[in-house]
């Protein structure tokens, strides 16, 4: 059996002194001494720091990788694995949910820079809408990138006091994320899908805002909405030196 001395391991595998006098402290490799007295490692060793090295590219951290390595009994380090496959596979499902998100922003800020505002009769989704005013839900609110921040317009528009601020996240999202128990939460409420017109809206600083941009055109349309709107920024410029912003709306009509 070869003798990998320590300084020929650390630069063979690309690590320090100290690091392999570490991986001997939390018992991943077992350094020996020749005849003359100095440290080596035989083939053993430098297939558990392989190994360690294969581990941590594979997303365990030093921990895990330690506990890893060091357990005994292989069905229990398999166990382990499978218990990581697990969140890979649900950090991807993660990732592929924020792309297609990021991919339906885009599309609307195409929709947005065409300056009209087209509704279009639409079934809302399921959503699960969490009050912003409910305690404890910011750091879930910040760890998941596809939750929206919204306004709920009350169908009273004149009554500029009656807005809510809300955290949206859309049912089919809320699964893909594993999140089905929020609606389990005290003040989580769960909207049912329900027709509205859907579309989006732009307003200017010193317009009416945008409850009274909302009627105004729902009253030059002839349309009657049938409760309070959902409303949340998409986008917002600047254009001749005045603020522009463009927000989604479901109104809920008949």
């Known amino acids: 059996m070869g003798k990998y001395y320590i300084h020929e391991t650390a630069r063979l ?4 002194d100290q690091a392999l006098r570490f991986f001997e402290k939390k018992g991943i490799i ?11 490692y035989d083939e053993n ?5 392989l190994a ?8 365990f951290n030093m921990e895990e990788t330690v506990e890893v390595l ?7 380090a398999a166990s382990v694995l499978q218990d990581k496959i697990r ?3 649900q950090k991807m499902c993660h990732m592929e949910a924020t792309v297609e998100y990021l991919r339906e922003q885009a599309r609307k800020l195409k929709r947005c820079f065409e300056r009209e505002i087209r509704l279009k009769r639409k079934l809302r989704p399921r959503f699960f809408v969490i009050p912003a005013r409910l305690g404890g839900t910011r750091q879930w609110v910040e760890a998941i990138p596809i939750v929206r921040s919204a306004m709920l317009l009350p169908v009273n528009h004149r009554d500029n006091l009656d807005l809510e601020i809300l955290y949206i996240l859309e049912a089919d ?5 594993g999140l089905e ?16 017109l859907h579309g989006m809206f732009w307003l200017k600083e010193g317009q009416p805002g945008a409850k009274g941009v909302i009627q105004t055109y729902l009253d030059d349309h002839g349309i009657t909405r049938t409760g309070p709107v959902l409303f949340y920024p998409v986008w917002k410029v600047e254009e001749n030196g005045q603020p522009l912003s463009c927000s989604e709306a479901w109104i809920p009509v008949e």
């Open 13 to 16: 595998l690309g690590l320090s």
């Open 52 to 59: 360690y090295q294969n581990l941590r590219c594979c997303g």
């Open 87 to 89: 969140a890979l596979e």
């Open 173 to 177: 999202d809320c699964k893909r994320y």
């Open 30 to 40: 077992t350094a020996r001494r020749d005849e003359r007295g100095y440290r080596y």
């Open 70 to 76: 060091n357990i005994g009994d292989e069905d229990l």
């Open 45 to 49: 060793d430098i297939g558990r720091l």
């Open 181 to 196: 128990t929020l609606s389990q939460i005290p003040g989580v409420k769960v909207w049912e899908p329900q027709m509205c």
